[in-house]
Structure formats: C-alpha cells, structure tokens
T-cell receptor, first 114, second 112 residues
C-alpha cells in the first residue's frame, strides 16, 4: 500500500514564475491537507480539502495561493508569481476520515525561489 | 502567537537512558495531541497520540503524558536508541476540526 506521494520532490523557480505542487493521497483517503514549513519553524496548516471541496482554507495566504482536489487525479497546490519568501518545504497529508488524529504525511516538496 | 511551544531546540542523551521531550500549549480548545518524528528530507511520521480524556498513553518504548491543568505534555522514550535521533514535533488539534498546530520541533541526539 503506497503512502502519500508528492511530486516534484524539489522545485526551483525564479521570482514571478508559477509553482505547482502535486499530492496523491493514500489509497482510500479522500481528505487532503497541505502544510508549509519555513526554515527553523514547525509545520503550519494551510488548507484542508475533500474531493472537489475546500473545507478549511484559514491558513492560506489571501493572494497568489490556491488549492484544488479534483474528482480524478492528485491534489494541486498552486503558487502564482512566486517570491523568495515562498521558499519552504510543502507537506501534504491525507486521511480516510475527518479529524486531527489520522493524518499521514508525504515526503514533501522543497520549493526554492531564486 | 505560538499556540504550541517546544522551548528546547535540542536534547542529547546517552544510549539506554531516558529521553524526555516537553511541549506546552496555550489553546484550551485543543483536545487531541500527537508526536511526530521527522528525519531530514522526509515527511513527519506519526509516533504516538493522546486525547484529553486520558493522562497517559504508552506504546512500546514511547509514553506520552498529558497534564491538562498545566497545558503540558511530554514524550518519554526509554531506553533511547541511536536510531531515535531525529527531530520530534509536538502537534495539537481539536476533534471538531482537522487542522493540526505544530511546535517548532526538538532535535534529539542519542549518543552510542
């Protein structure tokens, strides 16, 4: 049973470009969460999605960031017009049910903005 | 405003001894607490959890203690092994929603 998959593992973008981060949840999991870890910090919640629905986006920056989890395919975290401050590790987690206690994390995507 | 605090950035212990990792929280709505272990370039791996109706949960070498009145929890690892060397994150959540709030982590080094 494959775990949560994220790709790419490393992504380099220049300022002003777009970054797309993908997350394939574990089989049977319909809940997806995105977290961001800045250097020397803990993980910070960004958004919680169920298939085709955004449930909680209280941690998402108001501009340039968006997330989706379509009926088919992976969840996508999209960052438009990236800036240096977006450089971080972005982790996706999935769970089979709603709740704080069943989240399984992927290996993360390390975004570097030049 | 940091709602989950791990005040010590690092801890070094001798193999075979006990490791005690501490965590404090400020949000009284938290009712579920977890510890994650993380190696470099990997995602966090769930270790052990405790809900607010308990004050202790044990799983093998790992025990988590919760003191609700002090808003404090701790992770005990005994005996510590070199393979336990990693960053440990304390996280908290509310059963009514799904987002986790993490501390900054503590780097544990277990010396052979």
């Amino acid at each position: 049973n494959a775990g949560v998959m994220q790709n790419p593992r490393h992504l380099v973008r220049r300022r002003g470009q777009e970054a797309r981060l993908r997350c394939s949840p574990m089989k049977g999991h319909s809940h997806v969460y995105w977290y961001r870890q800045l250097p020397e910090e803990g993980l910070k919640f960004m958004v919680y999605l169920q298939k085709e629905n955004i449930i909680d986006e209280s941690g998402m920056p108001k501009e340039r960031f968006s997330a989706e989890f379509p009926k088919e395919g992976p969840s996508i975290l999209r960052i438009q017009q990236v800036v240096r401050g977006d450089s971080a590790a972005y982790f996706c987690a999935s769970s089979p049910i709603r709740g704080p206690d069943t989240q399984y994390f992927g290996p993360g995507t390390r975004l570097t903005v030049l | 405003d940091q709602q989950v605090k791990q005040n010590s950035p690092s801890l070094s212990v001798q193999e075979g001894r006990i490791s005690i990792l501490n965590c404090d929280y400020t949000n009284s709505m938290f009712d579920y607490f977890l510890w994650y272990k993380k190696y470099p370039a990997e995602g966090p791996t769930f270790l052990i959890s405790i809900s607010s109706i308990k004050d202790k949960n044990e799983d093998g070498r790992f025990t988590v203690f919760l003191n609700k009145s002090a808003k404090h929890l701790s992770l005990h690892i005994v005996p510590s092994q070199p393979g336990d060397s990693a960053v440990y994150f304390c996280a908290a959540g509310e059963s009514t929603n799904s987002k986790l709030t993490f501390g900054k982590g503590i780097t544990l080094s277990v010396r052979p």
